[in-house]
Nanobody, 121 residues
Framework: QVQLVESGGGLVQPGGSLRLSCVAS????????MAWYRQAPGKQRELVAI???????NYADSVKGRFTISRDNAKNTVALQMNSLKPEDTAVYYC???????????????WGPGTQVTVSS
C-alpha cells in the first residue's frame, strides 16, 4: 500500500505565502514524476506544477514566477512554495506521484486526499 498525505494548507490574505508539503509512504521502490494539482469549486482539476525525478520542473502559466515546486528524493517528499497568492488560487490542492512498488513493477498514479487553500481578506 502507498499513501500520500498533504499538509500546510490554510487561510491566507492576498499577497501572502503558504508552503504545502506532501510525503509518500508505504511500499515504495521508486518515485517518478511528482506534481501538485488543484481544483476550485465548479471547476475541473488542473495541473499546477510538476517535477521529474531528476528535478526538471514545469508550471501552469497562471502560477509561473509565484510558485516553486521542489522534492527530496531521500525523504519521498514534494513541496510547493506559493508566494504572492491571489484569490483565484483558492482551491483544494492535491499531491500526485507516479510510484513503482516493486523492482520491474508498473508505475501507478497515487493521489493525496487534498488540502484546502483559501486566499481571502
Amino acid at each position: 500500500q502507498v499513501q500520500l498525505v498533504e499538509s500546510g494548507g490554510g487561510l491566507v490574505q492576498p499577497g501572502g505565502s503558504l508552503r504545502l508539503s506532501c510525503v509518500a509512504s508505504g511500499s515504495i521502490f521508486s518515485i517518478n514524476n511528482m506534481a501538485w494539482y488543484r481544483q476550485a469549486p465548479g471547476k475541473q482539476r488542473e495541473l499546477v506544477a510538476i517535477i521529474t525525478k531528476g528535478g526538471s520542473t514545469n508550471y501552469a502559466d497562471s502560477v509561473k514566477g509565484r510558485f516553486t515546486i521542489s522534492r527530496d528524493n531521500a525523504k519521498n517528499t514534494v513541496a510547493l512554495q506559493m508566494n504572492s497568492l491571489k484569490p483565484e488560487d483558492t482551491a483544494v490542492y492535491y499531491c500526485n506521484a507516479f510510484i513503482t512498488s516493486q523492482p520491474m513493477g508498473v508505475s501507478r498514479a497515487y493521489w493525496g486526499p487534498g488540502t484546502q487553500v483559501t486566499v481571502s481578506s
